[in-house]
């Protein structure tokens, strides 16, 4: 199947948020056919804020916002690694306790790459997800989203079409359903007895494998090779780890080399995910367009594309300030 992609042409420069309506599929924003671009930052600009990347699998983050999670901790964020399923069918073991062992391995050295803080895995049953309680897992991450005080979430979009994987639309349901129910202060009143209070994430970067309404661009230029070295970890399952090592051996077993892998194993392994995974061969390797085609028409050299959403400006500020007369003789 084609993957296809909404976005709009126009950009707007800078950081600003835009805010969509979340449910329509548009490239119209606030009146306007702008898409906002992300760049670099320097220095700590977001210190003191925490992020939370959730994933299904351990090479979710990695091959879809691998950039911008790096990007976003280089810049102050203190982030967290969500993972919701144990990976049991996912990869290479003798037995299934070796593949969930070493698909746990692999995660812990994903967040390591992306200089994530701390793992937290969930344990799930692997593409069995849509069988779980759903009630139970919200709860789970409710529980997590006011423990750490979570500012901004990254994870699959919930409104994203075409996903096959029932993993990653129970995990993207639960994870917005459980953003939402975070800062109310009737959900879990047993949290508040033991310290917690309601807390609501107000920013989001969703990402899709399939159409979805894209309105933030996000340079990755400076942290591309951490997005590189954090695919290259995961040796249990995904299209990068030890891919290129693999293929250079065989193209030589043939009496033939392909420059662009180097002459070691580990040039290979970075060289392969860098150009082919999440370049060349990006489509059909992930399912979504190549990182440098996402930048290109915005004079990027990397980017990666997000259905971004923001707290909503307060209204009735700005008609206060405008309109508030004193009472005062």
Same mark, same amino acid.
């Given at each position: 199947?084609?993957?296809?992609?909404?976005? &709009?042409?126009?950009?707007?420069?800078?950081?600003?948020?835009?805010?969509?309506?979340?449910?329509?599929?548009?490239?119209?924003?606030?009146?306007? /056919?702008?898409?906002?671009?992300?760049?670099?930052?320097?220095?700590?600009?977001?210190?003191?804020?925490?992020?939370?990347?959730?994933?299904?699998?351990?090479?979710?983050? !990695?091959? +879809?916002? &691998?950039?911008?999670?790096?990007?976003?901790?280089? #810049?102050?964020?203190?982030?967290?690694?969500? *993972?919701?399923?144990?990976?049991?069918?996912?990869?290479?073991?003798?037995?299934?306790?070796?593949?969930?062992? @070493?698909?746990?391995?692999?995660?812990?050295?994903?967040? =390591?790459?992306?200089?994530?803080?701390?793992?937290?895995?969930?344990?799930?049953?692997?593409?069995?997800?849509?069988?779980? !309680?759903?009630?139970?897992?919200? &709860?789970?991450?409710?529980?997590?989203?006011?423990?750490?005080?979570?500012?901004?979430?990254?994870?699959?979009?919930?409104?994203?079409?075409?996903? #096959?994987?029932? /993993?990653?639309?129970?995990?993207?349901?639960?994870?917005?359903?459980?953003?939402?129910?975070?800062?109310?202060?009737?959900?879990?009143?047993?949290?508040?007895?033991?310290?917690? =209070?309601?807390?609501?994430?107000? #920013?989001?970067? $969703?990402?899709?494998?399939?159409?979805?309404?894209? @309105?933030?661009?996000?340079?990755?230029?400076?942290?591309?090779?951490?997005?590189?070295?954090? @695919?290259?970890?995961?040796?249990?399952?995904?299209? &990068?780890?030890?891919?290129?090592?693999?293929? =250079? =051996?065989?193209? !030589?077993?043939?009496?033939?080399?392909?420059?662009?892998?180097?002459? /070691?194993?580990?040039?290979?392994? *970075? @060289?392969?995910?860098?150009? +082919?995974?999440?370049?060349?061969?990006?489509?059909?390797?992930?399912?979504?367009? !190549?990182?440098?085609?996402?930048?290109?028409?915005?004079?990027?050299?990397?980017?990666?594309? +997000?259905?971004?959403?923001?707290?909503?400006?307060?209204?009735?500020?700005? $008609?206060?300030?405008?309109?508030?007369?004193?009472?005062?003789?």
């Amino acid at each position: 199947m084609e993957r296809r992609s909404f976005i &709009g042409k126009s950009v707007a420069m800078g950081l600003l948020p835009t805010f969509p309506k979340s449910f329509e599929y548009t490239q119209k924003l606030n009146n306007t /056919d702008k898409v906002v671009i992300e760049k670099h930052v320097s220095g700590k600009p977001h210190k003191g804020k925490v992020l939370a990347a959730i994933q299904p699998h351990n090479d979710d983050i !990695s091959l +879809f916002a &691998g950039g911008t999670v790096a990007k976003l901790i280089q #810049e102050g964020y203190t982030g967290y690694l969500i *993972r919701t399923s144990n990976d049991d069918h996912a990869g290479r073991g003798a037995t299934v306790g070796e593949v969930i062992y @070493n698909n746990e391995k692999d995660n812990e050295r994903v967040a =390591k790459a992306l200089g994530i803080s701390k793992v937290y895995d969930l344990g799930y049953r692997n593409h069995r997800m849509d069988n779980i !309680s759903i009630q139970e897992l919200r &709860g789970r991450l409710i529980f997590l989203f006011r423990l750490l005080k979570v500012d901004t979430i990254i994870t699959y979009d919930p409104w994203g079409h075409y996903e #096959e994987n029932p /993993d990653h639309y129970i995990t993207a349901m639960a994870v917005e359903s459980a953003r939402w129910m975070s800062g109310g202060r009737l959900d879990y009143p047993e949290h508040f007895e033991a310290g917690l =209070k309601p807390h609501v994430a107000a #920013e989001r970067y $969703y990402f899709a494998r399939g159409p979805q309404l894209v @309105n933030r661009i996000v340079e990755i230029t400076e942290t591309i090779d951490r997005k590189v070295e954090a @695919n290259a970890v995961i040796v249990t399952q995904g299209p &990068g780890g030890e891919a290129g090592a693999r293929l =250079k =051996k065989s193209l !030589s077993e043939k009496g033939k080399s392909l420059p662009i892998l180097g002459n /070691d194993d580990a040039t290979a392994n *970075r @060289n392969y995910i860098k150009h +082919f995974v999440l370049d060349k061969d990006s489509q059909r390797m992930r399912g979504v367009p !190549s990182d440098k085609e996402i930048g290109k028409p915005y004079e990027l050299e990397w980017a990666e594309r +997000f259905h971004y959403i923001g707290p909503e400006p307060s209204m009735l500020q700005e $008609y206060i300030e405008e309109h508030a007369i004193s009472e005062k003789p």
